[in-house]
C-alpha cells in the first residue's frame, strides 16, 4: 500500500474546526499556539468561535485550514507513530494546501507557513477591487472544453478569463474578470455544460489578474529559508513531483496566477503507485473528488478526534 497525505484548500474552512482536536490533545493545543503567536492574533479563538465571515475573510482561512492540518498530523504523530517521511509516497495540497504539505514535509516550519498564508491571503485579497473578479464552476465539462469556453470568452469581451481549477469528475473552475466570466458562463451553456455556478469568493483566484500577488509573494518566499522535503511534493502547477527548494520557492510564486491541476496531480500518484489518498484538516472535499479520479483508490479524510480513533492501522 502506498500512500499520499493530500492538504485541503479555502472552501473548507467551517466555524469550530480544529477546537475538538484543541481540547482532546495536546500537540494540537501547541500547534494552534505556534500559529496565534505567529501572525500576533488570535486566530484559534476566530476558528473556534467565529464570527463566519470573519473566518472565511482569505487572509484569515488560509492560515486557519494549514494550522488545522498541522494540528491533525501532530496528533496521529504522537497517537498513531506516523512518521511521515517513512509512510507516505507524496505530499499535495489544493492551493494553499500545498502550503500545509510542505509544512508537514518540513520544507517551512509552522510558523513561517502561518505568516506565508496570511501573507498570501492579503496579497491576494488586494490584487483586485472587490466586484471586478469572479469565478465559476463549470460541471460536466473537461479541462479542454473549459479552456475552449474560457479562450472564446477572453476573446469576446476582451478581459481576462482563464482556468483555475481542473479538479476532476467534469469540474473546472474558470477565474477572471467578472465580466468575462458572466460571458463565459453564457458560452459554456451552448457547449452541453451541465451546469455553471458562480462561486462566493472575495477574488479571482489563479488567474492573470493575480498577478500583483504573485510579485508579493515573490518577495515574502525569497525571504524565507525552504528545506528539502522529507517526501517529493506534487505541485499543482506541474502535477508532477519535486523536491529541490528553488524548484519549490518558484512554483509557489508560479502557483499564484497558474492552474491549480488537481485531477492531473492525484492521477499522477495513482500512476506512480500510490492507492490509498489520507486527507488531513478540516472537512472532506479532496477526499469527495478523489473517487471522480481514481475510481479504485482508497481515501480516508482525517480532521476530528473520531476520525483519529478511527484511522486504520494499515496507514502507518
Known amino acids: 500500500m502506498a500512500k499520499a497525505f493530500v492538504f485541503p484548500g479555502q472552501g473548507s474552512q467551517a466555524v469550530g474546526m480544529g477546537k475538538a482536536l484543541a481540547e482532546a490533545y495536546a500537540p494540537a493545543r501547541q500547534v494552534f499556539a505556534e500559529v496565534d503567536e505567529a501572525l500576533h492574533q488570535k486566530l484559534s479563538a476566530l476558528m473556534f468561535e467565529g464570527p463566519e465571515a470573519e473566518l472565511t475573510l482569505t487572509a484569515n482561512a488560509q492560515p486557519a485550514l494549514m494550522a488545522t492540518s498541522l494540528a491533525v498530523l501532530r496528533v496521529l504523530e504522537a497517537e498513531a507513530e506516523l ?170 510564486v508560479a502557483q499564484v496566477t497558474g492552474t491549480v491541476r488537481w485531477r492531473e496531480s492525484v492521477a499522477y500518484m495513482a500512476a506512480h503507485g500510490v492507492d490509498t489518498f489520507i486527507e488531513l484538516g478540516s472537512g472532506k472535499v479532496l477526499t469527495g473528488l478523489l473517487k471522480r479520479i481514481v475510481a479504485d483508490a482508497q481515501g480516508f479524510a482525517v480532521g476530528t478526534p473520531d476520525e483519529i480513533a478511527a484511522f486504520p492501522s494499515s496507514c502507518v
Open 83 to 252: 512518521d511521515l517521511g517513512r509512510d507516505a509516497a507524496f505530499v499535495a495540497g489544493h492551493s494553499l494546501g500545498e502550503y500545509s504539505a510542505l509544512a508537514a514535509a518540513g520544507s517551512f516550519s509552522i510558523p513561517d507557513a502561518a505568516r506565508l498564508l496570511r501573507r498570501r491571503g492579503e496579497a491576494m485579497q488586494q490584487a483586485v477591487p472587490v466586484g471586478v473578479g469572479a469565478m465559476a464552476a463549470l460541471i460536466g465539462l473537461d479541462l479542454d472544453g473549459a479552456i475552449e469556453v474560457a479562450k472564446a470568452a477572453a476573446e469576446q469581451t476582451g478581459e481576462v478569463c482563464a482556468v483555475a481549477n481542473d479538479n476532476g469528475g467534469g469540474q473546472v473552475v474558470i477565474s477572471g474578470t467578472k465580466v468575462a466570466v458572466d460571458a463565459a458562463i453564457e458560452i459554456a451553456k451552448g457547449k452541453g455544460v451541465r451546469r455553471a455556478v458562480p462561486l462566493a469568493v472575495s477574488a479571482p483566484f489563479h488567474c492573470p489578474l493575480m498577478q500583483p500577488a504573485a510579485d508579493a509573494m515573490a518577495v515574502a518566499l525569497a525571504e524565507v529559508e525552504i528545506r528539502r522535503p522529507k517526501v517529493p511534493l506534487v505541485a499543482n502547477v506541474l502535477a508532477a513531483a519535486i523536491e529541490d527548494p528553488e524548484d519549490i520557492r518558484q512554483r509557489l
